[in-house]
């Protein structure tokens, strides 16, 4: 009998770990009942997937994430793909957003950090890494003016609907109702970013003219909200879960203060020690056979990213949180076309929230009395960091 058969969606959202891990030695390409997908659980048939977009297809049918936000960069391939992220991919080059970690990250985190300083401990997700995160993001889609929680209901409201494998109608209409308030929002700003271009993403979106391509007014709205959906609890997440890293590895942590050069591979390894985003979900263009597996045309499969980041195969002792592994790039961001476009903006968020959070908050400690709780499997989410300091 299938593994697949026995695995449960409660069991996945406590720790995957565990299963991905028993997957990967018996059913490295499983069908999993409770979720309906393929599980793709090696290092090697994962990049296999991802970077194999003609027969493993962003462009599922139906399409969730079509249906909620309209034709999107994520949700297509070939050359619609290329020329939606041709037009976006400008605004995230060093050029265009190289001044963030200084200029608006920092100042951010200051001022969240102002706000607890004199606390000696706080809960680092709801009260530093969650605003952060809002905070920046509004500024860089050009949404200062949305106030936080409605950009955070936005977020949830359109991830129910990107979410709504099993079409139910209600939980469709709550997306709808957002996505639909989100369009009317932008109208008028887009009306004045077309006579007064700022340098927001939305701006850009609006002038980038590659090729002779321009977005329209419709995949201006639609990839805004694949932004929203994609850059806000991810990058929260990274900050939550990379500080948990560290501050569970006080040894470690010391040689990160003695010499900050090692911040950066201390975050790289904490995303590949715990993914905040799981899969890359495709669906099979044609049958096709994966590690031996023939999966007929249709298929939807899930490449466990999150599972490559642990495979054996590819990691020595990859259970281990270690600062100093040299053992090549992670796949947290995926890889192949739909490689994640927000990736350099996630990094500056999370190096900057390091960089203030260690020079401000002296000793900074877990709080033995409150262990982290930690839930998901597609998004891996902490639901509080407590932590103190002197
Ligand atoms: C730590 C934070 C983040 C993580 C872990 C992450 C992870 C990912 C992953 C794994 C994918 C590929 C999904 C797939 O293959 O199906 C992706 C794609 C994407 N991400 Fe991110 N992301 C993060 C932050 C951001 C931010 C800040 C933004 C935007 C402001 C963003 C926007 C996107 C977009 C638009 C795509 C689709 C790209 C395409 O289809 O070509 N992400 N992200």
Known sequence: ?????????????????????????????????????WLVTLWDDVQHVDKSPDVFTGETEPSTLRRTFGANLLASEGAYH?????????????????????NVIAPIANELVDGFADHGGCDLVSE?????????????????????????????????GAANFEGDPEKQAIADAASAEVNETLAPVVERLEREPDDTLL???????????????????????????????????????????????????????????????????????????????????????LGGVKLEQGALV????????????NWSEPERYDIHRREGSHLAFATGPHLCIGARLARYETRTAWRVLLDRLPRLRLDPERPIEISGWEFRSPHHLHVQWS
């Open 1 to 37: 009998m299938s593994v697949g058969t026995e695995i449960s969606v409660e069991q996945l959202e406590a720790d995957p770990y565990p299963i991905y891990k028993q997957l990967r030695a018996e059913e490295p390409v499983c069908f999993v009942d409770s979720v309906g997908l």
């Open 82 to 102: 290329s020329r939606i992220r041709n037009i976006i991919y400008p605004w995230f080059r060093v050029g265009a957003i190289g001044d963030y970690p200084d």
């Open 128 to 160: 530093f890494a969650e605003p952060l995160s809002a905070r920046v993001l509004k500024r860089a889609l050009g949404l200062s003016f949305v106030e936080e929680g409605t950009l955070r209901r936005w977020f949830v409201e359109l991830a129910t």
């Open 203 to 289: 701006s850009s979106m609006v002038h980038t003219e590659v090729d002779g391509e321009r977005l329209t007014r419709e995949e201006i709205q639609s990839n805004l909200k694949v932004m929203i959906v994609g850059g806000l609890q991810a990058t929260t997440d990274l900050i939550a879960l990379s500080m948990w890293a560290i501050l569970s590895h006080p040894e470690q942590l010391e040689e990160v203060r003695a010499d900050p050069k090692l911040v950066d591979p201390a975050i790289e390894e904490a995303a590949r020690w715990h993914s905040p985003v799981g899969t890359s979900t495709r669906q099979t263009t044609r049958d096709v056979e």
């Open 302 to 313: 899930a490449a466990v990213l999150a599972s490559a980041n642990h495979d054996e195969r």
